[in-house]
């Protein structure tokens, strides 16, 4: 394969996102069935999901107003009449034989998704947001023997963000998605685990020369099952291309498989356009109206997007654009972040501890931090401690270590184990002057220039105090000793 860069100082890529992401609400979206994942299958259906004849559909409240709260986050334009479409295909996990999607009038027009690239704001352009219905899962059996179908999917509530082509870039494509996901969470409509199957992506993607306005002939990339499978298999399709391109052929327009395990792209299916799908409005669900005041109610429930906050956190607490992003990449950490910072806690000593021990912990011992066992308001206590000279960092960070498995606070850890810093001067004199008169030759090694036998004495002083010192007194009596010809 070449390199990606050989390959864009000739071509530009064109690509285009699809994303499907299932909504968070407790039924699905035409019927009273529960919309939930992993319960025993076929255990959530009834006959509007079986698709069985006469049943009719009732459209989730629920779900259109969160397809309305992503519209109005993204700047799109909200369509006040709307209606829902056949979208007819067979398919065995789609026992109506037809979807109910949307086609003509989408709840949502146009918007974007603002990500940052090499710090700088980007908006991809969005065509519109649709909101439509799952189709049920096929399980095939690792015998080739049978396959066996799950309807509990059947039905969930699922919003379609088509992407502008704007996107030029494999790892742009990663980004977007990323952004796209960050926001989903932020405004709590979607679960997205992606190993379940709450976010899915399929990309559009083509070449053309540099420099030049018509696009080429694009091929459609379905079955890429995480943000980094999206980025290679565009990558690899990207270089297919160039290489037909170059070899003085054409692209075919087809939709391809991505085999993540063979890191490659199979055809699935020839040319698909939107007339095979025969779309036409669906009879049996009346059309959406949406009131002004309906979009006034949602408007005023709309939280700060993931940019907005990283801008923020910049202007209101002075930390770095790449702490920033790095806390507002999840709303359940920078939500964390800034209830400590509300109890007090310096917002830097807060991003000091959150970036250098608690993404450590949260990695390392496989906590989430929605349900962390140290609550904001334990951890502000700790930190309060720290930044009042109480205990030092290394013993704040053996008392964390102990409030992951006991309910007491900071102050009753540090209490009862006596972990408080010794900081009176007098007392840590008459310790620092013992260790000396102890080390004879490395004092007069010391005085003769080995300046470097500072740490030593430090080192002592910290192993004789269990760390309880506070390093800066330490620092200030060791030198007054040391320089100031007294032992
Ligand atoms: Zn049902």
Known sequence: MKSLSKILEKWEPVIGLEVHAQLSTDTKMFCGCRNMYGDPPNTHTCPVCLGLPGALPVANEKAIEYTLKLGLALGCKISLKSHFARKNYFYPDLPKGYQISQYNEPLCLGGSVTIRQNGELKEIPLIRIHLEEDAGKSIHSADEKGTKIDFNRCGVPLVEIVSAPEIRSPKEAREYLIRLKQILQYLGICNCHMEQGNLRCDANISLRRKGEKPFGIRTEMKNMNSFRGVERALFFEINRQAGLLESGKEVVQETRLWNESEQKAEVMRGKEDAPDYRYFPEPDLVPMVITEKQLASIRSDLVELPHEKEDRMLSDYGIRLNDAIILASDVHLVDYFEQIVELGVDPQEAVKWMLGVMLRVLKDEIYIIESFPIKPNRLATLLKAVGNGIVNINTAKSVFQKMLTSD????????????????????????????????????????????????????????????????????????????????
């Open 408 to 487: 007491k606070t900071a102050t009753q850890i540090i209490k009862e184990e006596g972990l408080m810093q010794v900081s009176d001067s007098e007392k840590l004199r008459t310790i620092i002057e013992g260790i000396l008169l102890h080390h004879p030759d490395e004092v007069s090694r010391y005085r003769d220039g080995k300046k470097g036998l500072f740490g030593f004495f430090m080192g002592q002083i910290m192993r004789k105090t269990r760390g309880q010192s506070t390093p800066k007194i330490v620092k200030e009596i060791l030198t007054e000793i040391l320089d100031g010809n007294k032992t």
